[in-house]
Structures are given as C-alpha cells and as structure tokens.
C-alpha cells in the first residue's frame, strides 16, 4: 500500500524539528527530506512540495505566503504552521475541536491553517460560552498569558540555553505592551467576539509550557451566570474528545490551586479549568498546555493525520528533547 509523502518545509526550525521528532518511526508515512546544502534551493523546495502529499510549512509568515507560488501539484495539499493563513479566505482553521463538523472540514480541506500557541488555549475557553449564551459577544475580554521561551524560536532558546546573546535576564518578561499581538485576530474570530481582547503575553524562564488565563466579573455579564454553568458548557463541549480535558470545578473556598505550566509537556493535551469565588461573583478560566505539543506541533500532527485518515492509533506524545 502507497505511504503518504510528507515534506516539512522549515524541519530545522523549532516547530518543524518538534513535528518531525512526532512523525519519525512511523511506518505509515513516508518523510521526504531536504538535503541540509539545499535548504535555500528554490528549485529543491518546489521538487519536494509537488512531490509531497502534504507540505508542512514551517516558515515566517512572509516565506509561508511566497511558498504558495511554488505550488504546481494539484493534489498536494498545505499544512501552514506560520499565522500567515489563519484567518485567510479559502483556509480551514486547525483546531479540530472548535465544534463537531471540524475534523470533517479539516479532512476535506487542501489548505488548513495550524492554531497559534496562545489562541488555542483562549478559543477553547471562550467559544463555547459564546456559542451557548453564557458570554455575550461584546464580552470585554482581558487575557493573559504565560509562555516557556521556546515559544520565541531559535534565536531565544540559543539565548536561553546559553548560545548567543542573553536576552533574558530575570525569570519573566511580559511583552505585547503596545497593546497589539498577531494572535488577536484569530482570538476573535473564532471565539466569536465582537472586539478583540486586551492580550498580555509573558515569557519565563522554563522551555516549555503555557498557561492561559480569562477573568470573568461574573456580577457583570448581562445576565446572572455562576461558575458551574461556565464549567457544565465547557464539560459537555469536550465530552469525549481525546485532547481536550475539562478538569473539575474549583472554588476559592475549596482549595488553593498551584498550576505548573509545564505538566503536559511532551503531549497534545490541553486541560481546561474553572475557579470560582462565589462571594465575589468572579471566576476565572484557564488553559493549560504545551506550546510546542497542543500549541504547535501535536496539533499540525493531529492535524496532519485527520487529513490523511490516519487519526486512529496514535496518543501524539513526544517525550524527545
């Protein structure tokens, strides 16, 4: 039987190395692979993406668009994890879980966008609340968030990790003060919100792992809502899926969460949460996850294998470096 051709293109980069770590061993793809002296052959990366069933583009967005043009194969079909795409005309959105008729189109789709990091974790808290009623589209929305540096590339993990120039001296830095963020309009659109939310985006002092975080002034919302309504539409939104967890409800009374950002590192998991402190009438949402693994490269091969029929048999951990 014919394997699948994948070519990664960008497979030395971080996102591209995370995805090719996932697919190696696999007995039922067949990865093409670029010759290291031809990384910037034009000719090479035009022979690879015509031959590939599915070309993965690991690229900065500029280069993701200019790829496109190189496409002459008809049945090729493209996986974009740059944000070159995601809110484009003619390109599926790669969140499988963003409602029940996703993973069809995902299937159907020759170009499917890969989720940004952040968004995944946001989407998944607030477009079921949307959808259901519970958080008007108006919704004033302040997210914010917490990334391990791999989130920044190569240049920051080799400033990191000891190569290159230090770019980060303490053990936090908060960016996106400019109030402005390439991720917001995927955010958006597809938590269903009518203006974009306030975004505040920090990175730490730890390689991997993201945690997303949503106030809600629950006093504030046009009608009364408690923290156990937030949680039962999340619960019954991701019954049954197999990288989605909606963890149970918490209040401040009952107990004094410590969340470790790093926890589902190696996996395509994301964990859902619900604080609630009933007296104040606030609760707070929470994602948590890998950025590398739901954010990044897990969901491409989650996507990946949904476009090519293959989603059964495989968990998507990756416990490499």
Known sequence: MRKPKIFIDGEAGTTGLQIRGR???????????????????????????????VAILCLPDEAAKATLS?????????????????????????????????????RQARFVANPGCYPTGVIALLRPLVDAGLLPSSFAASV????????????????????GTHRLAGAYRAYGLELTHKHLPEMTLYSRLERPPIFTPAVARFRQGMLDFIPVHLWALPKKVHGAELHEVLAQRYQ??????????????????????????????????????????????????????????????????????????????????
Do not use: C
Request: zero cysteines.
């Open 23 to 53: 697919l190696q061993g696999r007995n039922d793809l067949q990865l093409l692979s670029i010759d290291p002296a031809k990384r910037k052959d034009e000719a090479e990366r035009k022979r690879l993406i015509n031959e590939a069933d």
């Open 240 to 321: 049954g899926q197999r990288f989605v967890r909606v963890m149970p409800l918490e209040t401040y009374a009952q107990h004094h969460p410590v969340l470790d950002p790093q926890a589902l590192n190696g996996t395509n998991l994301l964990e859902l949460f619900v604080f609630e402190n009933p007296q104040q009438e606030q609760a707070l949402l929470v994602a948590r996850f890998d950025n590398l693994g739901k954010g990044a490269s897990g969901a491409a091969v989650q996507n990946l294998d949904l476009m090519l029929g293959l989603e059964g048999p495989y968990t998507y951990e990756y416990l490499g470096d």
């Open 144 to 163: 914010s968030a917490i990334s391990g540096y791999s989130g920044g590339g190569r240049p920051l993990i080799e400033a990191m990790e000891g190569q």
């Open 70 to 106: 190189l496409l002459e194969n008809p049945q090729t079909r493209i996986l974009d994890a740059s944000s070159a795409h995601r809110v484009a005309e003619g390109w599926v959105y790669g969140f499988p879980e963003l409602g029940p008729e996703q993973p069809e189109r995902i």
